[in-house]
């Protein structure tokens, strides 16, 4: 039987709000969780950015997908 961690059930109960488009040019990242344009903040303890709203991470897929990060 597979282990269900803490963090698997958090994430997968977050369901993304895919609703708008984000516009780059002013510099802002959109958080697919918050579905607003908020300001993704560097944490030192995880090495990685983060929502400055819900601490998703911006390596998240959706935040990736929607951000048109890597694909
Ligand atoms: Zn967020």
Not at 36 to 57: L, Q
Request: charged share 25%; glycine share 4%.
């Amino acid at each position: 039987m597979e282990q269900i961690k803490i963090f698997d059930i958090m994430t997968k109960s977050k369901k993304p709000k895919l609703t708008s488009v984000i516009d780059k040019s002013n510099g802002v990242t959109w958080c697919a969780y918050c579905a607003t344009p908020v300001k993704f903040i560097k944490d030192k303890e995880k090495g990685v950015k983060v929502c400055s709203i819900c601490g998703i991470s911006l390596n998240d897929y959706w935040n990736k997908t929607i951000n048109r990060i890597n694909i």
